[in-house]
């Protein structure tokens, strides 16, 4: 059964950082597209970055520049590493992988943005 398991999330002050993790298991990881999405209260989840099997990377408009997006195909894992946050990125962030007709979820961890 395919996990994606998502970690790092927080309270966090305006300007600060967190690093998001998601670990990943039951799929050959390396073939995936992975990617990290965020909903948050009110809103449709939405895409803040993606990093496909091949390579390359997007980004909300709303977060280049602060955020980056990495994996670890030998860990399985993929990062979100979030700088200078404000407290509109407050939401809950959820893990993303997808191949074809494959598409999997991870169960979400809370990133909270307030002084």
């Known amino acids: 059964q395919v996990q994606l398991v998502e970690s790092g999330g927080g309270l966090v002050q305006p300007g600060g950082s967190l690093r998001l993790s998601c670990a990943a298991s039951?799929?050959?990881?390396?073939?995936?597209?992975m990617g990290w999405y965020r909903q948050a209260p009110g809103k449709q989840r939405e895409l803040v970055a993606a990093y496909t099997s091949g390579g390359s990377t997007n980004y909300a408009d709303s977060v280049k520049g602060r955020f980056t997006i990495s994996r670890d195909n030998a860990k399985n894992t993929v990062y979100l590493e979030m700088n200078s946050l404000k407290p509109e990125d407050t939401a809950v962030y959820y893990c993303?992988?997808?191949?074809?007709?494959?598409?999997?979820w991870g169960q979400g961890t809370q990133v909270t943005v307030s002084s």
């Open positions: 993303n992988a997808n191949l074809l007709h494959h598409n999997f």
């Open positions: 039951e799929i050959i990881f390396s073939i995936y597209n």
